[in-house]
């Protein structure tokens, strides 16, 4: 089992920044791929990024892109998604999810869900 906790979220006003954490726990996280979703209210949950094991790699949803950054700390058991330049359409519950594979972007089959944290961003 793994354990994943996120923080970090709460109102930012147009143009601010936030850096969600996500803290996991459990087996060893080092072998996990994980990723950052999102879901508006009354909308379906949407891929923001993801991460391979080692780091090396990432990538974003497009509308994300250049204003997010995903990272992982392996030694810390932590991942983070650092969000500048936040947007109304940002609002939204940040999950982060684990899989021993790979990040699927339509979230299907991930081994691990956080249960979220709440990200408002007030015009």
């Known amino acids: 089992q793994v354990q994943l906790v996120e923080s970090g979220g709460g109102e930012v006003q147009t143009g601010g920044s936030l850096r969600l954490s996500c803290a996991a726990s459990?087996?060893?996280?080092?072998?996990?791929?994980m990723g950052w979703f999102r879901q508006a209210p009354g909308k379906e949950r949407n891929f923001v990024a993801r991460?391979?094991?080692?780091?090396?790699?990432?990538d974003y949803a497009d509308s994300v892109k250049g204003r997010f950054t995903i990272s992982r700390d392996n030694a810390k058991n932590m991942v983070y998604l650092q969000m500048n330049n936040l947007k109304p359409e940002d609002t939204a519950v940040y999950y982060c999810?684990?899989?021993?594979?790979?990040?699927?972007?339509?979230?299907?089959?991930?081994?691990?869900w956080g249960k979220g944290t709440l990200v408002t961003v007030s015009s």
């Open positions: 999810a684990a899989d021993q594979s790979r990040v699927d972007p339509r979230g299907f089959g991930m081994d691990y």
């Open positions: 991460i391979k094991w080692s780091a090396g790699s990432a």
């Open positions: 459990g087996r060893t996280f080092s072998n996990y791929a």
